[in-house]
């Protein structure tokens, strides 16, 4: 049987409502046209240079490489950019695609609030409308968020279905999107959902690799044996991915959140305990029961809550491409305080499953090996929740 | 092909929906056996999904409940098996669901289940034309009919569609989820006019119609009328003693269409 468009080995394609199928392929027409424009490729890098901040520092993480005593490591600083994440690659991106296309309406999910602030902030740029889908439980651990968002000029809408998290933001903004598809759209946050979004998210998040790439080689003088990202829907990972997946001697791994563990059912893990299936507009690896019905996952990120991983990643993983580790909150944390504390710089929780991963790691590494962690955000949201964890309230 | 084309065979057809197992598997079953009795062509048997993303608040609360009461695939066909061979249920059934509850299954073993159990097709509002033939190459072979949906921005993909149909074509009236409306804005007899020019296949107007007025309105335009909020709504409310109103209600809507 011939595959529809999209696919990533067996995975990715089109599933969704017919309502909003003339809506993706005017979106994949308009892609495809302005990728190849030099005009449009012009414009996105004069935002992502002088709006945005890029490119991003390759900091070589000096006191953590001795500390850990094993290879080099070197931090890529998407926490840097404007907005505080790498979301913001990605949202420059479509918004000024969107804006081409004549939309005047940005929808966008959340879960972190990240790519939310990273929405509003764009549609702020561009003087377009911008309204949010977050999850009331995500609204209420990331409240700073949900107030810049604002302070933007976004409405953010609290989601009450469902889990109330990441994933029932995104079905809210599709169902959003099916009643209005003229001016609005739908700014999707990861590297998920129905063809073109994983392609188009990825391309936008590539500008990491290309970037480290670079850096690396005048760095070091050849290209790093060790990539580590964190691993939700996966847009900062397959952006610190993409321009490796040809290198076949760079390891590629993908943190995920084992929230409690991976033998516990509160975890978000969808690698290490998923199973194919048919979601979200994709086929890709979901966390679900023997009968399809999504699982509720927990992670302490809200950025990493969600059921299921992006169609490239599940194709990579199939092909053994790269590596899909579980990193549980514990040891997210410990990696939060540690980073903070060695070297000065407090990653987002999400970016510390990836430190957390690196802390095993590294140490079982030769001296001469070279690792590349991507710190996809800043981790001040985070601090108060942290602090909660370890049993202290303050006020944000 | 299946049995559909017999629901459309006596004037309007009427064909009511319901999220199977809420509140529970045996209020389900006895609410099908009224639908019939009042006057209903077809049932659309919905097998309830965690995250219903085509759906609106209704039937998403609706799914919930009855994924909490324990209703699972499973309990879903052996209601139909019993529908068919104990409770004189001839009117044919077709199953709505989202693909993910089909593939997790097993494609050819659901399809495999479904016509053991005497369900005629499947709507599957999560795969469209594009992702068809994934779903509708296994239920050809066991003679289920895969349901197309046209909506009010199909346009320039309608002939496309409406040409490969089979068993009957579902015309979306309204943009959007589904759920009560007061009003429907789409062109609706320009949409049922351009299907009729590429396909001979019955179309049933659904998504929105509550009323009697309504599905009056709706029926001059196509074969026949699909509720599906409403009745999930009329459930809700009356619990276990929701089969005599909704044999009272599926009776004045059909009456309001014949």
Known sequence: ?396 | MSDISKAFANGKAFIPFITCGDPDLETTEECIVKMQEAGASMVELGIPFSDPTAEGPVIMEASIRALEAGCTTDKVFDMAARLRSEKGVTIPMVVMTYANVVFSYGIDRFCKRAAECGISGFILPDVPFEEKEEFASVMRGYSLDFVSLIAPTSEDRIAKIASSAEGFIYVVSSLGVTGVRSKINTDIEGLTSQVRSSSNVPCAIGFGISTPEQAKNMSGHADGVIVGSAIVKLIARHGKDAPSYVFEYVKSMVDAIS
């Open chain 1, 1 to 396: 049987m011939e595959q529809s468009k999209g696919r990533f080995g067996i995975h990715g394609g089109q599933y969704i409502p017919e309502t909003l199928m003339n809506a993706v392929i005017e979106l994949e027409e308009a892609y495809n046209h302005y990728k190849n424009d030099p005009e449009f490729n012009a414009e996105l890098t004069k935002l992502f240079n002088d709006y945005a901040g890029r490119p991003s520092n390759l900091y070589y993480a000096a006191k953590m490489t001795e500390d850990l005593g094993g290879c080099k490591i070197y931090l890529k600083r998407e926490d840097l950019n404007h907005t505080g994440s790498h979301k913001i690659n990605n949202v420059l991106g479509q918004a000024l695609l969107a804006k081409k296309m004549g939309k005047t309406r940005l929808i966008a999910e959340t879960g972190a609030g990240q790519h939310g602030v990273a929405t509003a902030t764009a549609a702020a740029l561009m003087g377009m409308e911008c309204k949010v889908f977050m999850g009331k439980v995500d609204t209420e651990r990331q409240a700073l968020n949900v107030y810049r968002m604002k302070l933007l000029g976004a409405s953010v809408m609290p989601v009450t279905s469902g889990t109330a998290t990441l994933k029932d933001a995104v079905s809210e903004a599709m169902r959003e999107w099916t009643t209005r598809i003229d001016d609005t759209h739908y700014c999707l946050g990861s590297v998920m959902g129905p063809h073109p979004f994983p392609t188009i998210v990825r391309d936008f998040q590539a500008v990491i690799s290309k970037e480290s790439k670079r850096q690396v080689m005048e760095a070091e003088g050849k290209l790093p044996d060790y990539v580590l990202a964190c691993c939700g829907g996966g847009s900062n990972a397959i952006g610190s991915f993409y321009h490796y997946i040809e290198d076949e001697g760079v390891h590629l791994i993908g943190c995920e959140a084992a929230g409690r563990g991976i033998d516990t059912f509160e975890t978000a893990a969808t690698i290490n305990t998923g199973s194919v299936g048919i979601f979200h507009g994709m086929k890709s690896y979901f966390c679900q029961n023997e009968y399809g019905q999504i699982a509720p996952v927990y992670s302490i990120s809200a950025g990493l809550d969600y059921p299921g991983i992006g169609p490239e990643h599940a194709m990579l993983h199939d092909m053994g491409r790269a590596e899909y580790v579980a990193v549980t909150d514990d040891e997210a944390v410990n990696a939060f305080e540690y980073l903070s504390k060695i070297e000065g710089i407090i990653p987002a929780i999400e970016s510390a499953h990836a430190v957390a991963y690196a802390m095993k790691l590294a140490p079982t590494l030769p001296k001469d090996k070279v690792m590349v962690i991507t710190i996809s955000g800043r981790g001040d949201k985070d601090c108060a929740a942290i602090a909660r964890y370890r049993g202290e309230d303050i006020n944000e």
